[in-house]
T-cell receptor
Framework: GAVVSQHPSRVICKSGTSVKIECRSL??????MFWYRQFPKKSLMLMAT?????????EQGVEKDKFLINHASLTLSTLTVTSAHPEDSSFYIC???????????FGDGTRLSIL | AQSVTQLGSHVSVSEGALVLLRCNYS??????LFWYVQYPNQGLQLLLK??????LVKGINGFEAEFKKSETSFHLTKPSAHMSDAAEYFC????????????FGTGTRLTIIP
């Protein structure tokens, strides 16, 4: 079945640093990728939708300059949390969708902890 | 606009008992509905989906869900709970299959009592 790999699975870093999270589709071409944020004991909140080769579409309230999304190829999207602060600590999950009428496939998430 | 309400943030059932997780939706167009399962520190795995074909949908791991338009519901059931079913379950809705935006419910944590 469709596999989405997300890396790293866990990252701990100091406040002020930037962190890059990668999301790869391993056996299909992901024309669209999605980035979600999940707070403890909460649901997933869509942050942005990215289509290969074009700029990401951010949801209301998500800072574009804070959360940089790049979708340069059909198998890779990256989320960079710039100048991270403790309040950015969360579980970030990506998903990817193939061409046509296919459901989203989710990565295993990245737990980001900012000290 | 679309939304999902999951009644009961926590559900506990005994091993072997019926599992019933409730989901009600709101959508301005005929909805596409999904149930996902999330194990600790992992992403989401698709259990089943409703795409306007049969109203009773069978998924993986013995789960099924029934779409009831009159009740705007899409409850998830499993006849006999297994210890491995303990996880967080999310109902989600979108306005087209394979579409862009999924709107998730707040999730239901299922605990299985030995």
């Amino acid at each position: 079945g469709a596999v989405v790999s997300q890396h790293p699975s866990r990252v701990i870093c100091k406040s002020g640093t930037s962190v890059k999270i990668e999301c790869r589709s391993l056996d299909f071409q992901a024309t669209t990728m999605f980035w979600y944020r999940q707070f403890p004991k909460k649901s997933l909140m869509l942050m942005a939708t990215s289509n290969e080769g074009s700029k990401a579409t951010y949801e209301q309230g998500v800072e574009k300059d804070k959360f940089l999304i790049n979708h340069a190829s059909l198998t890779l999207s990256t989320l960079t949390v710039t100048s991270a602060h403790p309040e950015d600590s969360s579980f970030y999950i990506c998903s990817a969708r193939d061409r046509g009428l296919k459901p989203q496939h989710f990565g295993d998430g990245t737990r980001l902890s900012i000290l | 606009a679309q939304s999902v309400t999951q009644l009961g943030s926590h559900v506990s059932v005994s091993e072997g008992a019926l599992v019933l997780l409730r989901c009600n939706y709101s959508s301005s167009v005929p909805p596409y509905l999904f149930w996902y399962v999330q194990y600790p520190n992992q992403g989401l795995q698709l259990l089943l989906k409703y795409t306007s074909a049969a109203t009773l949908v069978k998924g993986i791991n013995g789960f099924e869900a029934e779409f009831k338009k009159s009740e705007t519901s899409f409850h998830l059931t499993k006849p006999s709970a297994h210890m491995s079913d303990a996880a967080e379950y999310f109902c989600a809705v979108s306005e087209s299959f394979g579409n862009e935006k999924l709107t998730f419910g707040t999730g239901t944590r299922l605990t299985i009592i030995p």
